[in-house]
Nanobody, 122 residues
Framework: QVQLVESGGGLVQAGGSLRLSCAAS????????MGWFRQAPGKEREFVAA????????NYADSVKGRFTLSRDNAKNTVYLQMNSLKPEDTAVYYC???????????????WGQGTQVTVSS
């Protein structure tokens, strides 16, 4: 399985931007369907976005459509989540995850990073 490490989280004011990165180890990174999830205190982990191995097919939660953009660089074994127009309700721990097939269900993802905190102040 692939190992994942997220980075790029932090504190930002509402309306600001952050870019999260997910670095993967493993030669088979390019074959995985990659996703981002988030979990706020007291809430369940929720799907944010995911994309195919080629990057040509993306899927976004309605809550982030038009604001977040997901991309991947298979040569660098890295996935990026560009987050613009951030809102206080985007505050959560963000997790990168890998799946063997297209899905948005957390239980289908076989590898997870440790998470990175994103805090959006009002």
């Amino acid at each position: 399985q692939v190992q994942l490490v997220e980075s790029g989280g932090g504190l930002v004011q509402a309306g600001g931007s952050l870019r999260l990165s997910c670095a993967a180890s493993g030669r088979t990174f390019s074959s995985y369907y990659m996703g981002w999830f988030r979990q706020a205190p007291g809430k369940e982990r929720e799907f944010v976005a995911a994309l195919s191995w080629s990057g040509g097919s993306t899927n976004y939660a309605d809550s982030v459509k038009g604001r977040f953009t997901l991309s991947r660089d298979n040569a660098k074994n890295t996935v990026y989540l560009q987050m613009n127009s951030l809102k206080p309700e985007d505050t959560a721990v963000y997790y990168c995850a890998a799946s063997k097939y297209p899905t948005s269900r957390p239980s289908d993802f076989v590898s997870w990073g440790q998470g990175t905190q994103v805090t959006v102040s009002s």
